[in-house]
């Protein structure tokens, strides 16, 4: 029996301790190793105008003003620090009324847009909490309400969101939200 206890444990401490040097010392350096060799993906990916960073590709943002398209909501309220889901599941009475509040914004925002348009990732937050991806139909179902507010042919704003579609090979078409209303600013200026 004395045998077994010391073998069992035995065990037990090379498992532990090489647990602790994989997880605790060769797994970081590897991922630190990937950062180095990939530094613009290990920053964020930033978007850089007139030497200042004006967002990042792969972090989403709020954007609340009617002339620009609006991006999922967020669970963390758009912080990579604290980027964790709400994990409310689909019955929970505070994510049904979340959500029911953010239809009824949508649409008083967007008057003429009924329920049954409305695409789930405009009015849901993603695992992440900072998607910066919407829905192809999330970004043309506003395509009326920006057109309004800037003044601009609806047919010129499609246009450039058909443009910003990005195709994976793998997932759902979408459209990045900074980058599409970066370049929606630029079109409100050759516009003028």
């Known amino acids: 029996m004395k045998d077994y206890i010391m073998k069992s444990l035995r065990t037990n401490l090379v498992l532990l301790f090489s647990t602790i040097i994989f997880f605790g010392v060769i797994y970081p350096l590897v991922i630190w190793s990937i950062g180095l060799l990939l530094p613009q993906q290990a920053n964020g990916l930033p978007i850089i105008e007139n030497a200042n960073v004006i967002g990042y590709r792969n972090i989403g943002q709020s954007f609340t003003e009617a002339k620009y398209f609006w991006g999922r909501p967020s669970a963390c309220n758009y912080n990579p620090i604290n980027a964790v889901p709400s994990n409310l ?29 409305i695409p789930s990732d405009i009015v849901t937050s993603s695992a992440s909490g900072i998607d910066p991806d ?25 246009k450039l969101v058909d443009e910003m579609i990005k195709e994976p090979i793998l997932g759902p078409a979408h459209v990045n939200v900074l980058e599409l209303n970066l370049s929606l600013d630029k079109l409100a200026e050759l516009n003028k």
């Open 89 to 117: 599941g689909p019955t929970n009475p505070v994510l049904i009324n979340t959500v029911e509040d953010r239809i009824n914004k949508f649409i008083s925002e967007n008057p003429g847009i009924t329920r049954s348009e």
């Open 134 to 158: 919407i829905s192809p139909q999330a970004a043309l179902i506003q395509i009326p309400r920006i057109a309004k507010a800037r003044n601009i042919e609806p047919a010129l704003i499609k």
